[in-house]
C-alpha cells in the first residue's frame, strides 16, 4: 500500500505523458502539481517536448512552402499541355508550349535538388569531404562560370582571389561562390558591379563578395539566411531563384567550421562575408555542424548593417 501510494504521481505523471503525441504536442505535465522531488523530471520532460515542437512546426512549414513552390511549374505544365493539346496550334505554338514546359521541368528539377540536398543535411546524411582545396582557384573557376550571365545582365563581374588553402569540400565550397556571386548578379541593376575577393586575414580564409545591387532592408536581413525566405518573392522568382540558396550556403559554411555575415544598405549594395578555417596541414578541419544552425533562425548580422537598422551594438 505504501509503495503504491508512494509512487501514484509517477504513475499520474507517466499517464500524462503517454497522452501526449504528435497530435497535441503543445500540452505539458503540470510541473506544479508535482510533488517536488519529481518537479525537476517533469520540467525536462516538458522542456523535450517544448524542442519537439518547435522542429514539428517546421518541419510542417518546410514542406508546406515546398509545395507551394511546386504548385506554379506544376500549373504551368498543366496549362501548357491542356492548350497544345487543344490540337489547333502552329508548329511554333507548339514549340513554345514544350519550350514553357521545359522551362517549368527544369525549375522543378533544381528546387527538388535544393531540398533534397537540404534534407540530406539535416539528417547528416549529405557527405562533406575533408581535402585540401586551394578556395582560390575555386573561386576563380566558379566566378568564371558565371560570367556569361553577368554580361547578360550587364553587370561587370570582377575577380581577385589570392591562393588560400582550406580544409574541406571543393564541390560544396564552388556552389557557396556560385550563389553568392550569382545573387550578386540578380539583385544588381544593369550597368553594376560584383566583386568577389578572397584573402587571408586573420589566420583566416576571408571570400568578400560585394555588388552595388538594390541592397537588403535591414528588416529582412536577419531572415535572409531562411528556407524560402525572400525580400520580393517575384523578383527572386522572375529570375529562377527557389529561396534556398542562402540557407544551403550556410550549411555549406557550418560544416566547414566557419561563419557568413552580411553588411547591406538598401539601393547602394551588399557584401556577404564567409570565414573558414585555414588548412590544418592534413588535420581534419571540419567541426560537425551545431544542431540548431539548421533551424531556422536569425543569422548573425554584422555592425554596419545593424547600424543602418537604428539598433544600438550588442
Ligand atoms: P533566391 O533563390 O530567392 O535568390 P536566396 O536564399 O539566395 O534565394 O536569397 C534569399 C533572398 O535574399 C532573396 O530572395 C533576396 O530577396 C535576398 N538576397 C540575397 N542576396 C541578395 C543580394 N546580393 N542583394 C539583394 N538581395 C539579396
Known amino acids: 500500500w505504501l509503495a503504491r501510494h508512494a509512487l501514484a504521481p509517477v504513475a499520474s505523471l507517466s499517464a500524462k505523458a503517454r497522452s501526449i503525441g504528435a497530435r497535441n504536442l503543445s500540452a505539458r505535465l503540470d510541473e506544479r502539481a508535482c510533488p517536488v522531488e519529481l518537479r525537476d523530471l517533469a520540467r525536462s520532460f516538458n522542456g523535450t517536448l517544448e524542442r519537439l515542437e518547435v522542429a514539428f512546426a517546421r518541419q510542417a512549414r518546410f514542406t508546406a512552402d ?48 535544393r531540398l533534397l540536398r537540404l534534407a540530406r543535411a539535416d539528417a547528416d546524411e549529405e557527405p562533406v569531404r575533408r581535402e585540401s582545396v586551394d578556395l ?68 583566416e580564409a576571408v571570400l568578400r563578395v560585394s555588388d552595388t545591387g538594390i541592397g537588403i532592408p535591414p528588416e529582412a536581413q536577419p531572415h535572409v539566411f531562411e528556407r524560402f525566405y525572400r525580400v520580393d518573392p517575384a ?17 555549406i559554411v557550418e560544416a566547414h567550421g566557419g561563419s557568413i555575415g552580411l553588411e547591406s ?48 551594438p550588442p
Do not use: K
Open 66 to 113: 515546398a509545395s507551394h513552390e511546386l504548385r506554379t511549374p506544376v500549373a504551368i505544365v498543366r496549362a501548357q499541355a491542356d492548350q497544345a493539346l487543344l490540337g489547333s496550334g502552329s508548329p511554333e505554338e507548339y514549340r513554345a508550349a514544350l519550350g514553357a514546359c521545359s522551362r517549368a521541368a527544369q525549375r522543378m528539377g533544381d528546387l527538388l535538388a
Open 136 to 203: 582560390g582557384t575555386v573561386v576563380r573557376e566558379s566566378a568564371e562560370l558565371l560570367r556569361p550571365s553577368a554580361e547578360a545582365a550587364r553587370v561587370e563581374l570582377r575577380c581577385e582571389a589570392a591562393p588560400v588553402r582550406v580544409g574541406g569540400d571543393a564541390r560544396l565550397l564552388a556552389d557557396v561562390v556560385s550563389n553568392l556571386v550569382e545573387n550578386g548578379v540578380r539583385y544588381n541593376r544593369p550597368g553594376g558591379r560584383v566583386d568577389a575577393s578572397l584573402v587571408r586575414e586573420d589566420g
Open 235 to 251: 523578383r527572386s522568382r522572375e529570375h529562377g531563384g527557389s529561396g534556398l540558396g542562402l540557407s544551403i550556403v550556410r550549411w
Open 265 to 312: 544598405r538598401q539601393n547602394v549594395g551588399s557584401t556577404f562575408t564567409v570565414r573558414l578555417p585555414l588548412d590544418a596541414g592534413g588535420e581534419a578541419t571540419l567541426r560537425p555542424v551545431p544542431r540548431d544552425s539548421r533551424a531556422d533562425r536569425p543569422t548573425r548580422v554584422t555592425g554596419a548593417s545593424r547600424r543602418a537598422a537604428g539598433s544600438p
